[in-house]
């Protein structure tokens, strides 16, 4: 855990020029003292899974377990494609036997092997409509965002949703991803930087509290003379158009508070200029990247970087950050090594119980692919970690951290999902554990320790439901089911996970 000295301390209760002019707490701040440091959360998607055999610890014990299990901090440790997350492993707990058990059970079937995945996720409930290609919501994130914000704006955004991909630019600036807010109601994610960093902070730090007392006071007399439009127009109509405006009405209120809430901590946002020089050097563009114009290396770091300023400025206290694979330069394949066309075919060649290939230097390629992406998540998590907190601890400290993928590798299977929890969500949950669970017959819905030969197609894990439940409790939302109900592979909140 990193300690900040006194005069760091003092700069972040406002002990600074900046600082001294705003405000400790107002009636629309988030309520965050110097010894109420909000608890913020991150999920982190790294999309491609990871091999199996490459993640899961070598472990002593036998191979199925017949309850769910904790295994301690000193009884397993990180396989060569997570090392870098070792400084870290004392803040994690791993999994075994996690699977998304909805989607077996979902009626409706995906649009392609993808979508099985990518629609379960965080919703883990069935799929909306018809097509196959959307999820049945909220998923996990956005049902976190809207309990944080549930009885009004806390934070100027109630969540954030962005992705790091190679191909981001300025025509292709933000994707329909799968966080929903409603049952088939995708966020939009930004990928675009200069976008994010606009959405992020829209005004120049104001250090004149006068300045901003008058910004609010124009703001609310535009929004009252709004206002007055608006109810003399519903006064006229009645049924569903009523209904619509009323709605819109809302819609507008919930923004202006949002526009209401006094940041205390706005002035721990980065110096713009650490993030838009950087960036401005790029050449971005379908295709553009190469080894002297790396597109996705400087486009995760730096949205990584403005992941952790949204937390650390408590602009929101919900991310969502989606890690798209890396480009074959990253990680040194080139078309038609190993006969694969291109890196995707290569990873379902690696992949599976009975990989099409088993040469030691195309599996190390796929495993390079992944090394490299959990680097990724060990520079984020030093983000976090270098940012110090008003008690004298860090951002880290007051962030709980899920790190998924939308399958379990590349063969799209979505048994033995390789994520972690990170964080103890101030003292809620243990960590450092690398947790067990059993394995289910489908046909009976019992317990068993028999594969019956394939642990992939004759029998299930642990629903992921579980885990989500278990999240959403860590973070205040206290609920006994989340998504899909009924299924025997489900148990509840995972007590083994509980401090």
């Not at 292709?172 to 976008?195: E, F, K």
Request: aromatic share 8%; glycine share 8%; proline share 5%.
């Amino acid at each position: 855990m990193n300690r900040f000295d006194r005069r760091t301390i003092l700069k972040l209760l406002g002990a600074s020029s900046v600082g001294a002019a705003l405000p400790w707490l107002s009636s629309n701040s988030a309520k965050a003292g110097p010894n109420d440091v909000p608890l913020r959360m991150l999920f982190l998607e790294v999309s491609p899974g990871c091999r199996r055999t490459t993640f899961e610890p070598n472990i002593q014990g036998p191979k199925y377990v017949g309850q769910t299990t904790a295994l301690a901090n000193s009884e397993w440790d990180f396989r060569p494609v997570m090392a870098s997350l070792a400084q870290y492993r004392s803040r994690v707990t791993m999994f075994e036997n996690l699977d998304m058990v909805s989607n077996e059970v979902d009626p409706t079937s995906p649009a392609n092997a993808h979508f099985a995945g990518l629609t379960h996720m965080l919703t883990a409930a069935d799929r909306y409509g018809s097509t196959g290609d959307l999820g049945g919501g909220p998923s996990i994130d956005q049902a976190i965002s809207q309990f944080v914000n549930k009885d009004g704006p806390v934070t100027k955004l109630p969540s954030l949703e962005v992705m790091a991909d190679e191909n981001a630019g300025f025509y292709s600036r933000s994707s329909n991803h799968h966080s929903y807010s409603a049952p088939g109601q995708q966020v939009p994610y930004l990928m675009y930087i200069p976008d994010i960093w606009d959405r992020l902070f829209p005004d120049p730090l104001n250090s004149d509290a006068a300045a901003q007392a008058a910004q609010q006071a124009r703001r609310t007399s535009v929004y009252n003379h709004v206002k007055g439009d608006y109810d003399s127009l519903i006064a006229k109509l009645g049924g569903r158009d009523k209904d619509k405006v009323s709605a819109m009405l809302q819609y507008r209120k919930d923004l202006f508070d949002s526009l209401a809430v006094v940041n205390n901590r706005e002035a721990n946002r980065p110096d713009k200029a650490s993030i838009m020089d950087p960036w401005s050097q790029l050449t971005e563009g379908y295709q553009q990247g190469n080894p002297s114009n790396r597109l996705w290396h400087v486009h995760t770091e730096l949205i990584g970087r403005l992941a952790a300023a949204a937390l650390h400025t408590d602009t929101t206290r919900v991310v969502t950050m989606s890690i798209q694979e890396p480009p074959s330069y990253e990680f040194g394949f080139s078309d038609g090594d190993y006969g694969a066309s291109d890196w995707h075919d290569l990873i379902h060649k690696v992949s599976g119980d009975q990989p099409e290939l088993t040469d030691s230097a195309a599996r190390g390629t796929i495993d390079e692919l992944h090394r490299i992406m959990y680097e990724k998540v060990a520079f984020i998590l030093g983000q976090l970690a270098s940012l110090p907190e008003t008690d004298g601890k860090s951002l880290l400290d007051h962030t709980l951290v899920f790190v998924y993928s939308h399958i379990g590798e590349g063969s799209h299977d979505l048994s033995r999902l390789p994520w972690m929890v990170i964080g103890d969500a101030h003292g809620y949950l243990k960590t450092g554990q690398y947790i067990r669970c059993p394995i289910f017959d489908p046909s009976s819905g019992q317990i068993t320790t028999d594969d019956k030969g394939s642990r992939k197609w004759n029998v299930r894990g642990r629903a992921h439901n579980d885990l989500f439940i278990t999240l959403a409790n860590a973070m205040g939302l206290k609920i006994d089911t989340f998504g899909r109900q009924g299924m025997a592979e489900s148990l509840g909140i995972i007590q083994e996970m509980l401090a």
